[in-house]
Structure formats: C-alpha cells, structure tokens
C-alpha cells in the first residue's frame, strides 16, 4: 500500500496544550529533565506537570509518538502535584520508559485528588532522602487522593525506609494488569497500603524485596485490600515473604490468587498479624509443606484453595502484551480452576496480556491464562486521514485508541490532517476517538487484523 503520510515523524510536533469540554491536554515533547517555565513545544514531564497543577481544570498528560522506546528522565527532584485532578497516559510499558536515574522520586502527590497513570514503564526511582523518610521509591501520597494504576510496569525501584514503588496513607487506589519486579525497601518491597480502600487485580508481583517485612506489599493502618486474580511469586522478606498484613490492618481478602514459593524466615507466604486476613476461595497457597500454615494467626482456607503444592509457573518472560508476566505450564493445578463468578464481580473479560479471562469454561487462577492468546507488543500499522466536510484535511486533530483494557495511545494529524500508529497489535479491539477545538467526530470501534492506512474521519 502506497504511504501516503506527509511527515510521520512530526505528526505530534503541532499541538502541546488544548482544551476540550473544561478539560486541559498538555503534550510532553523531550526526554530531558528541564523547566524554564512553560510546556510549549519544548516540554518536559516536569514542565507538562507544573502545568497541569495550575490549568484550573482536569488535566491529561500525553507524550508524543516520538518519544517512543525512549526514555524520559526525571533527575532533577521529584514532582509535585497538586490541583485538580491528573490523569498521565502512556503509550504502553514496552514502548516507554520513564526513569529516576538511581536516586530521584518521580511523584510527590502533595493535595492532588485524583492521579490516573497508564501504558508506562517506570524504573530507577528513589524514595531515599526526601521529605517522607524514605517512604515511596517512586510517589507517596498522604491523604484522600484516589489513585489508579494500570498497564503499569514498575521494576527496579526502591526506597530507604517503607515502599519501593509507593506509599498509600488513605483514599481509593486500584491497581489493574501490572507487573511490578525487582523493587526493594526495608519494609513493604513495593507499596505500603497505609489506610484506605485498594484493589488489586490482573497483576503480578515477582521478585520483590524488603529487608524486614512484606517482600510484595504490606498492608496495615486500617487499609481494606481486596486482591482478584493476580500472581504473587519469589518475592523475599524477614517476615512475609509474600504479603504482611500488619496490626492494626483492615481486612485483606483475596480469591483467584497466587501466593506461593515466596521466602522469609517466618510466614513465606502472608504473616497475619491482624486476624483479619480473609480467603475469598480458589486461591493457590504455599508450594511446599507448611507454607500456607505459617501464618502466625492462623487464615482459613476454603473451597477451592489448594495448599502447599508447586504452582509450575514458567519465568518471568513476556508472553504477549506490553510486559513481562509468569504464565502456567502445561499440567498446572491454576489451570481452569478459579471461581467465575469472582473474575466476573471484578470486572475481568481480559487477562493482564490482553487475552481472554476464560479460554474454555473455567477461569485460571493468577494473572495470566493459560490457554489465551495475547496481542504483542509488535503489530499492525493503523493510519488514516482526518477531513471536513469538504474534504480539506484537518491539522492538530488528537486521535486516541483506546483497547479493552482501558489503555490508550495517542497521534496528533499533521497539516494534512494524516494520523498513524506503528506496532499496534493484532487481534485486539479499540476505540478509535477524535478531539478538535472546532470539530466533532463520532468514535468508531475497530478489530485490527492487517495493516490498515485508510482508516478515514469526517467531521459532523
């Protein structure tokens, strides 16, 4: 097929800041960590943030195709945010890195209400030495904020006293198809769930550490977490390799679940030091004998859970989406043995990959399926042309795709109103919507099968 882009190169070059129905989009440009002051056409995540903090309305925060398999940096102090409410939309983990460099936090929360991330990987962070003890390798947040994260893969980050990747004090947090690996602390290895309401679901929590407690997470101050269908393997702690529920924690309840081959020199698996620590049924516990007894109070177990057997779980690897996942192997006691109802009531057609929940009759437990096909992270070229009614093409025209799983990636047309994804994949189904200052669009939904560069918009 005959291309017919102008400039796929510049297509995100023209518009860093619009504003559609009181809400407010500003464009991050450059991979370096600077501020003089405003987000133009040479805008930082430091500077598209500060902006945001001061637009007075709901603010988006994009990043131009560009700046895809690169990495931006944030080095030079952590952010602070503050205002409205944010949401900060990546073009999926394995397409872009954000980055501390060793020894920076990326997020300081501050009065923010509302933080939603998507589609980043995040990695280098450091919570050592700022204002919060060391608390939150990548953001803290004390208060009522509501936080969601999802499509998120957060690796390597830490902290010198609680949460490699990030600590919750109060508020809503969901955390949704993300994988977070290799994070450590001396307590709680990736967040610390202080107070406050926090779903878990469709995500994985792989070799985690924390020197005391909590190798995965730790849960205490009242925090009601309800985990759904995700996997919790090899992480390590002093006590609770896989999960500490802490004095004081609210209840902490999960079904469809994997924690097991977790180590620590007590609880391996969940330490329960608040008697309230809840088994929703069909879980995986434990993978050796004992495992899921060492608990300290003890937890009961109910239909469906099975106890102390190995999960087989292939590696760390990525088996299809935008991030590396453990799948089950071939004779896995997780295979089609979740409870349906369960992944239903959380809302789960899709496993973490993007593949269908459930591949035959059953739900598997865990994050992944065995049995499902995942759209990769290389694919199809998705492209088009934006026009008016009379056929003139339209500039600056900001046209997301949004798939099953909520995650979007963005295009900006250039001066003759073309557009362009690269490496969309296959076999997956979005939402194709448009934003124009003076236009409107209806939004179309698409399968993606072959590559399609005639996939045209006219305005109403």
């Keep these: 097929m005959r291309n017919i882009f102008a400039c796929p190169c510049c297509l995100a070059a023209f518009v860093f800041f619009s504003v559609s129905a009181n809400a407010a989009t500003w464009t991050v440009t450059k991979i370096a960590d ?3 002051g405003a987000c133009d056409a040479d805008c930082s995540l430091r500077e598209a943030a500060a902006a945001s903090n001061t637009d007075g309305s709901p603010s988006t925060i994009l990043f131009a195709p560009t700046l895809n398999y690169q990495t931006v940096l944030v080095n030079a102090g952590d952010i602070p945010l503050f205002g409205d409410s944010l949401t900060i939309t990546g073009p999926g983990a394995g397409k872009l890195t954000i980055s501390g460099g060793g020894a920076n936090r990326l997020f300081d929360l501050a009065t923010l209400p509302i933080l939603t991330m998507t589609g980043l990987k995040l990695t280098g962070f450091n919570g050592n030495g700022f204002s919060s003890s060391g608390f939150g390798g990548v953001f803290t947040s004390f208060g009522t904020s509501n936080i969601t994260l999802d499509n998120i893969y957060a690796v390597s980050n830490g902290a010198s006293s609680q949460s490699g990747i990030g600590y919750f004090a109060g508020g809503v947090m969901n955390i949704s198809n993300s994988t977070f690996s290799g994070n450590s602390t001396d307590n ?24 005391s407690v909590g190798g995965a997470f730790c849960t205490s101050s009242g925090a009601n977490v309800t985990i759904t269908n995700s996997t919790i393997t090899t992480n390590t ?27 620590a020199g007590t609880s391996p698996e969940i330490h329960n030091s608040s008697g309230t620590v809840t088994s929703a049924g069909n879980n995986h516990i434990g993978d ?27 590696a760390l690897v990525n088996n299809g989406g935008m991030m590396p996942t453990r799948l089950p192997t071939a004779g896995s006691l997780l295979i089609n043995t979740g409870n349906n109802a369960l992944a239903t009531a959380a809302g789960l057609t899709l496993d973490q990959r993007g593949a269908a929940r459930i591949v035959t009759t059953t739900v598997d437990k865990g994050a992944t399926e065995f049995g499902g096909v995942a759209p990769t992270a290389a694919g199809v070229t998705i492209g088009g042309r934006v026009t008016d009614l009379n056929g003139l093409g339209i500039s600056k025209v900001l046209v997301s795709m949004t798939d099953q799983q909520g995650s979007t990636r963005t295009a900006i047309t250039n001066p003759f109103g073309y557009y362009r994804f690269d490496e969309v994949p296959s076999g997956a189904t979005f939402v194709m919507s448009l934003i124009a200052k003076r236009y409107t669009f209806a939004p179309r939904i698409i399968t993606t099968g ?11």
């Design 34 to 36: 600077s501020n003089d």
């Design 188 to 211: 709680c290895g990736t967040f610390s769930f202080a107070g406050g309401t926090v779903t878990v679901k469709n995500s994985t929590f792989v070799g985690n550490s924390a020197t």
């Design 237 to 263: 702690s002093a006590q609770g390799g896989g999960i500490i529920a802490l004095g004081g924690s609210g209840p902490l309840t999960f079904g469809n679940t994997v924690i097991a081959a977790n180590t």
């Design 288 to 314: 050796s004998a004992g495992d899921s007894t060492s608990t300290n109070f003890p937890i009961t177990y109910i239909a469906g859970d099975v106890v102390n057997v190995n999960p087989l779980l292939g």
């Design 450 to 460: 072959d590559d399609a560069l005639d996939l045209d918009f006219t305005a109403q």
